[in-house]
T-cell receptor, first 115, second 113 residues
Framework: ETGVTQTPRHLVMGMTNKKSLKCEQH?????MYWYKQSAKKPLELMFV???????ENNSVPSRFSPECPNSSHLFLHLHTLQPEDSALYLC??????????????FGSGTQLSVL | DQQVKQNSPSLSVQEGRISILNCDYT??????FLWYKKYPAEGPTFLIS?????DKNEDGRFTVFLNKSAKHLSLHIVPSQPGDSAVYFC????????????FGKGTRLHILP
């Protein structure tokens, strides 16, 4: 148990569906992240929030919409996805981005399949 | 263009022997390097890190070596144990950009009985 919980663990959706991924961290961290892991590719940073403010949007298509209502919760809203968006979506948190060399704590991920 | 490269997708090592996982990077601004370990159906977990001011960091069976001139780092596991079978990700961050950790593709390590 890393203190970062993601739901659901698995999600199958059609291209016209709207769904949301949820992440909650119980570590008192101030920074939260969404990463995407596709087969045979490196983990790709999607979004970063620090103290609820988005600090990074790594050229992610608008069909992915993040929301960070507070430092403990992070959502990723999905709308009209494509089959190539099928991947493992990982949430992570770290204590504080202002500190040097922060370690990331990851959740178990949501395995997403887009049909 | 990949800034962090793990050129071996997989590696098999006999139990009790040394496992050496390699990682190369291209960005000379990277000043902090990390290794993460990932089991199936779990998220990556932090294993060990090294700052660019050092060339070696040791933690129990795990040692990370950094060769800045070659832009190369390696993770040594000795002795290798069955529970070490996992995917290992090399990662790096740039000075002042702690919010952007760049990962490699990972190397799957199999420890053979």
């Amino acid at each position: 148990e890393t203190g970062v919980t993601q739901t659901p663990r698995h999600l199958v959706m059609g291209m016209t569906n709207k769904k949301s991924l949820k992440c909650e961290q119980h570590l008192g961290h101030n920074a939260m992240y969404w990463y995407k892991q596709s087969a045979k590719k490196p983990l790709e940073l999607m979004f970063v929030y620090n103290f609820k403010e988005q600090t990074e949007n790594n050229s992610v298509p608008s069909r992915f919409s993040p929301e960070c209502p507070n430092s403990s919760h992070l959502f990723l809203h999905l709308h009209t996805l494509q089959p190539e968006d099928s991947a493992l979506y990982l949430c992570a948190s770290s204590q504080d981005m202002r500190g040097a060399n922060e370690k990331l704590f990851f959740g178990s991920g949501t395995q997403l399949s887009v049909l | 263009d990949q800034q962090v490269k793990q050129n071996s997708p997989s590696l098999s090592v006999q139990e009790g022997r040394i496992s050496i996982l390699n990682c190369d990077y291209t960005n000379s601004m990277f000043d902090y390097f990390l290794w993460y370990k990932k089991y199936p159906a779990e998220g990556p977990t932090f294993l060990i890190s090294i700052s660019s001011i050092k060339d070696k960091n040791e933690d129990g069976r795990f040692t990370v070596f950094l060769n800045k001139s070659a832009k190369h780092l390696s993770l040594h596991i000795v002795p290798s144990q069955p529970g070490d079978s996992a995917v290992y990700f090399c990662a790096a961050s740039e000075k002042g950009r702690d919010d952007k950790i760049i990962f490699g593709k990972g190397t799957r390590l199999h420890i053979l009985p």
